[in-house]
């Protein structure tokens, strides 16, 4: 364990390096964010209906520029 490679985070008030060992394959010990962050998706606690995860948002966008496409097409063939 004293051989484990060490936490690279830093103390903001004395400066000092954290001294707990690093989680595998991470540079941060675990009390310092190394399995942070929350799942995705239906994983993730707040997940409701999934309107706005990033799949839904291109998909919406993609609809979008192919409507407006029909339409300038549309305005074109009309003159």
């Known amino acids: 364990m004293h051989l484990a490679p060490r936490c690279t985070a ?3 008030r004395s ?15 675990r009390m310092h964010g190394a399995r942070g ?3 995705c998706g ?3 606690g707040r997940y409701v209906h999934g309107k ?5 948002i291109e998909a919406r966008r993609e609809t979008r520029d192919l409507i407006q ?3 300038q097409l549309l ?5």
């Open 37 to 39: 962050g929350a799942p």
């Open 15 to 29: 400066g000092f390096q954290c001294k707990a060992p690093a989680v595998r394959g991470k540079k941060v010990c």
């Open 52 to 56: 706005q995860t990033r799949k839904a």
């Open 42 to 44: 239906s994983l993730h």
């Open 10 to 12: 830093k103390s903001k």
């Open 75 to 79: 305005a074109s063939i009309e003159i």
């Open 69 to 71: 496409k029909a339409l």
